[in-house]
Nanobody
């Protein structure tokens, strides 16, 4: 089992920056692939960004490319999402997720591919 815990959400204004953190623990403290998803009410959870084991492979949704940066610190079992130039449409609950296996673009698109999830952290961006 892997336990994930997000932190860093909050209430911000458009154009602000924010960094989310996801701490991993449990029997496997270093999952192979980590990802951030987000969800708004009555909508499906969607991929924001994902990162492979070494950090060399990453994926970003088109809506966040150039604004968000995913990274991981394997020594401290922590993943980050640096969010810059936030927009109102970035408002959502952000979840971190983990799965074993190799990194692939197709393999990170669906939340169904990830068996481990954090509890979520709310990010609200106002205009």
């Amino acid at each position: 089992q892997v336990q994930l815990a997000e932190s860093g959400g909050g209430l911000l204004q458009a154009g602000d920056s924010l960094r989310l953190s996801c701490a991993a623990s449990g029997r496997s403290g270093r999952p192979y692939v980590l990802a951030w998803f987000r969800q708004v009410p009555e909508k499906e959870r969607t991929i924001v960004a994902a990162i492979g084991m070494s950090g060399g492979s990453t994926y970003y949704a088109d809506s966040v490319k150039g604004r968000f940066t995913i990274s991981r610190d394997n020594a401290n079992n922590t993943m980050y999402l640096q969010m810059n130039n936030l927009r109102v449409e970035d408002t959502a609950v952000y979840y971190c997720a983990a799965k074993s296996g190799s990194f692939s673009y197709a393999g990170v698109l669906s939340p169904k591919s990830f068996p481990y999830w954090g509890q979520g952290t709310q990010v609200t961006v106002s205009s």
